[in-house]
């Protein structure tokens, strides 16, 4: 996960903040709740990218030819796998 939970809390409460101010959003839900449901919607979708990460590497350690990480060959390969993966559970970027 790139994000500490922390730092995670942190958004959520930040996100809350946001939508308290009564211009934006009617919250007709407690805001711990809400809060929660932040932090879990933020945590599923870093759980996909690192899922995406993992194949992506996966995917290219597979090759019968060595491709160097870090090189634009290794690059290029790399994001169509990750963008194929997220593709193939619905998710567009």
């Given at each position: 996960m790139r994000l500490s939970q922390d730092k995670i809390v942190h958004l959520s409460?930040?996100?809350?903040?946001?939508?308290?101010d009564p211009t934006l959003a009617k919250l007709r839900v407690d805001k711990n709740r809400?809060?929660?449901a932040i932090i879990r919607i933020i945590?599923?979708?870093l759980k996909?990218?690192?899922d995406a990460d993992r194949e992506a590497r996966r995917?290219?350690?597979s090759y019968s030819r060595k491709i160097e990480?870090?090189?634009?060959e290794w690059d290029i390969l790399y994001q169509k796998a990750f963008n194929d993966f997220l593709k193939k559970r619905g998710r567009y970027f």
């Open positions: 409460n930040l996100v809350v903040k946001v939508l308290q809400l809060r929660s945590t599923d979708e996909v990218e690192e995917v290219l350690s990480e870090g090189s634009r």
